[in-house]
C-alpha cells in the first residue's frame, strides 16, 4: 500500500484502500439492514479482538478521550477515589479527566521512558482502596510499553476495576481482557486498528457492566453505557445516530484483523518494530523508550545533536514521510515514528532511506545503505 504521502505518526495511521472503499459507500439510514449486520459485525469483532468472550462491546461515535471518559464515568462516582499508572501525556489524561468528574485521584507517575514497576503498583494496592485503576498500555508519547501481565498479577481478583487504555496498542499488541481479568479495554480506531477516526471502542466485562448497573446514575448522559446498551445488543435501536461510514470501514478493518489473525498480526507488529530499531540504530540514532519496555507500535527516537527538529520533520515531508514530533518535555529533542496497523516491508523501507537522506541533508554522517541493510532480516 503506497499513498502520496505515508503518514507514519502514531495515530491516524495509513488506511488500506479497502477501508477506505468501505468508507466511500453510500451513506445509508442507521436501521437499513444491511448497516445493522454491520455494526452487529463491527461489535463483535471488537469483543473479539480484545480476547473477551462474553464483554459487552461499544461503538459510539467520538474518539479514543471518550472511550476513556466513559471508561470512568461508569466505574468511578464523584467523590471516590481512582489511581492512575502514568507513563506519559496520555496516562496523565487520566487524572485530569477524573479531576474534572470530581474523582480523587492518586498517581504512580513514571520518569519519562522509563515504567512504574510492579511492586509499586502492589505496595499502593495493599495501601489503600480504590475504585479503579487506570494503566495505558502503550503511552504514545513516551513509546512505553507497559508490563500489563505483571501488573495483572496484582490486580486480578481484586475489587478495583482494571481499566486498559489501549488506544495506540489495541490490534498491534496482544491484549488479553479475560486472561488478565482486565474489566475495560478502551481503544480508538485511528491507531493499530487502522480505520479512520471517529468512534470511541469500549469492551466492558460482565463484571463492570454489573457495577454501572449497580449505580443509580452516572455524571454523564451520551457517556452512559446503559444508554447504549440497547444499542449494541440490538443496532436496529437509536439512541444517537451512529457513525455509518466510520462503522462500515471499522468492520472491514476489523475483518481484515481477523483474516489475518491475531497472532499473526501481533508477531508482524513485533518484527516491523525489530525492523526500525535496527535500522535506526544502523544510522547512529538512540531511543528514547528504555530498552525491555518499548512497545511495538512506534518509536520515539532522539534527534542527533545539532538536528533540529522542525527542519527535520520538514525534510523527511519533502521525502514523502510525514512523522511526529516529540510531546512535553522531549519536544524539539525526539520524533515520533508509528508503525502500526496495516504496514508492511515497503512502508518501513521507505521511511529507513527518507531517514538516511534527511539526516544526510542536514550535515549528519550516515552510510550510505546501512538502515535498509540492518532492518532487512527482520521484515516480514
Ligand atoms: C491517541 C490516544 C488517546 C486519545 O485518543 P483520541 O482519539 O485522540 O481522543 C488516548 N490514549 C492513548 C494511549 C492514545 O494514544
Not at 462491546?57 to 471508561?71: H, P, Q, R
Not at 455524571?219 to 446503559?226: E, R, S
Not at 533540529?308 to 514530533?325: C, N, Q, S, T, Y
Not at 538516511?356 to 550516515?366: N, Q
Amino acid at each position: 500500500m503506497r499513498e502520496e504521502t505515508l503518514t507514519m505518526i502514531p495515530g491516524p495511521t495509513p488506511v488500506h484502500p479497502a477501508i477506505l472503499g468501505a468508507l466511500a459507500r453510500p451513506t445509508v439510514s442507521h436501521v437499513a439492514p444491511g448497516f445493522v449486520a454491520e455494526s452487529k459485525e463491527a461489535i463483535d469483532g471488537f469483543r473479539r479482538l480484545c480476547r473477551s468472550e462474553k464483554g459487552q462491546a461499544f461503538v459510539v461515535a467520538g474518539g479514543g478521550t471518550l472511550s476513556m471518559e466513559m471508561a470512568v464515568v461508569n466505574l468511578v462516582a464523584p467523590g471516590e477515589k481512582l489511581l492512575v499508572v502514568s507513563h506519559g501525556y496520555f496516562g496523565d489524561r487520566f487524572i485530569d479527566l477524573a479531576q474534572s468528574f470530581g474523582i480523587q485521584v492518586d498517581a504512580l507517575k513514571a520518569e519519562w521512558g522509563k515504567v512504574v514497576p510492579p511492586a509499586e503498583l502492589e505496595a499502593k494496592l495493599k495501601a489503600g482502596s480504590y475504585a479503579a485503576v487506570t494503566i495505558t498500555h502503550v503511552d504514545t508519547s513516551t513509546g512505553t510499553l507497559s508490563p500489563v501481565a505483571e501488573y495483572a498479577k496484582f490486580l486480578k481478583g481484586r475489587p478495583e476495576m482494571f481499566i486498559l487504555d489501549g488506544v495506540c496498542a489495541t490490534g498491534g499488541v496482544d491484549e488479553r481482557m479475560d486472561d488478565w481479568g482486565v474489566d475495560v479495554i478502551l481503544t480508538a480506531p485511528q491507531k493499530a486498528i487502522a480505520a479512520p477516526p471517529g468512534v470511541a471502542l469500549v469492551t466492558f466485562s460482565e463484571r463492570a457492566l454489573a457495577r454501572r448497573q449497580a449505580r443509580a446514575s452516572v455524571p454523564g448522559y451520551y457517556a452512559d453505557i446503559l444508554r447504549w446498551l440497547p444499542i449494541m445488543q440490538d443496532p436496529g435501536k437509536y439512541f444517537s445516530t451512529p457513525a455509518v461510514n466510520e462503522v462500515t470501514a471499522l468492520a472491514e478493518a476489523l475483518r481484515m484483523i481477523h483474516r489475518e489473525g491475531l497472532d499473526a498480526r501481533f508477531a508482524r507488529h513485533a518484527r516491523i518494530a525489530q525492523a526500525v530499531r535496527a535500522g535506526v540504530a544502523a544510522l547512529g540514532l538512540e531511543l528514547f523508550t528504555d530498552a525491555g519496555n518499548r512497545g511495538d507500535t512506534l518509536s520515539v527516537i532522539r534527534l542527533p545533536e545539532g538536528v533540529e527538529d522542525l527542519a527535520f520533520r520538514k525534510g523527511m515531508a519533502e521525502r514523502g514521510i510525514v512523522v511526529a514530533g516529540g510531546l512535553g518535555p522531549i519536544a524539539g529533542k525526539t520524533f515520533r515514528l508509528g508503525h502500526m496497523g496495516n504496514i508492511a516491508a515497503g512502508e518501513i523501507t521507505a521511511v529507513l532511506k527518507a531517514l538516511e537522506e534527511t539526516l544526510a541533508s542536514l550535515g549528519v554522517k550516515v552510510t550510505p545503505g546501512a538502515a535498509v541493510a540492518a532492518a532487512a532480516p527482520f521484515l516480514p
